[in-house]
């Protein structure tokens, strides 16, 4: 079955917005178990190259990935250590919407 240019998309994409989000680390509760930086559905998180005093590496938001976090939430619901959670942002001009939304 060949793709048509008429792919699907949800009724309201033209109205739906996707959220922005703001990740906050707690660089001394982190622990480097990594559920965060392997769970993050938009690769927003890297380990850093720095050390916290127990001797890990917490996560930080990978480069060029400042605007990427949709506030899922999966960060805050996985981390054990309760080491990092997302604040939701407001989007500055205007509502993003599902791509291919004006098409």
Not at 17 to 26: A, F, T, W, Y
Not at 94 to 102: E, L, Q, R, V
């Amino acid at each position: 079955m060949a793709a048509s240019s008429n792919s699907r998309r949800p009724m309201d994409s033209g109205q739906a917005r996707i959220p922005l989000g703001e990740v906050h680390v707690i660089p001394e509760r982190c622990k480097e178990c990594g559920f965060c930086v392997g769970y993050c559905p938009e690769q927003v998180l890297a380990f850093s190259e720095e050390i916290n005093a127990k001797g890990y590496h917490y996560p930080v938001i990978a480069t060029g990935k400042e605007e990427a976090c949709v506030h899922c939430g999966f960060c805050n619901l996985i981390c054990p250590e309760l080491a990092i959670y997302t604040v939701e942002l407001a989007r500055q001009g205007g509502k993003a919407s599902y791509p291919g939304a004006d098409a």
